[in-house]
């Protein structure tokens, strides 16, 4: 086999990122071949220029470039980090938002179906048995007496249609059952 040589003396390094494993094997390689007397082969092997063609730089020989790691990757990390917070940040406001906002998009989205009919709206003013339902504790004789004023009141003056549980419920009922029943045929309960 012949005796090959590899001259690295003359050519246009541009010292960057890339370029840092090769001057760590070389500086492992060196000794090595200066001991032999074979050290010609890295003569004039100098840096020409720098990464992203700024100035060339004069009298840095190939052996003596170094970059650390966070010369070569703090760009990518710190675009990655940004980008992860960012990512993090939009994720938070959205999500805030959503929560703070929650019942006006679940109407929004309530009016929408309706509107293009894929929920069956409310129904309509002749559907409804009751205008109003009254639920209130029975045993407590001031409220009994306020509301029962109050339904009097608002059937004679403006004739509406309200549901009492203590008038109108059927006798011997589930008092729940009828009060679920009752808020469900109104169209407001009280």
Not at 80 to 98: D, E, N, P, T, Y
Request: proline residues 3%; glycine residues 6%.
């Amino acid at each position: 086999m012949p005796d090959l040589r590899v001259l690295f003396g003359g050519n246009q390094f541009v010292c960057s990122c890339d370029l840092v494993k090769f001057t760590d094997w070389m500086r492992q390689q060196y000794p090595i071949y200066q001991i032999e007397n074979k050290g010609s082969w890295l003569s004039n092997a100098m840096c020409n220029k720098m990464p992203n063609g700024s100035h060339p730089i004069s009298n840095v020989m190939l052996l003596d470039f170094r970059l650390s790691w966070w010369d070569c990757y703090s760009r990518r990390l710190i675009a990655v980090l940004s980008s992860a917070i960012g990512g993090l940040m939009v994720v938070f406001a959205v999500s805030s938002a959503v929560s703070r906002y929650r019942w006006k998009l679940r109407y929004a989205l309530l009016a929408f179906c309706i509107r293009h009919g894929l929920v069956r709206g409310r129904k309509l003013q002749s559907e409804w048995t009751y205008d109003a339902c009254f639920i209130y504790d029975e045993t407590d004789s001031s409220v009994s007496e306020w509301v029962g004023d109050l339904v009097l009141k608002l059937e004679t003056d403006l004739r509406l249609r309200l549901y009492e549980a203590e008038r109108d419920a059927p006798v011997g009922s589930n008092m729940l059952d009828e009060a679920a029943s009752a808020i469900d045929k109104s169209r407001h309960a009280v």
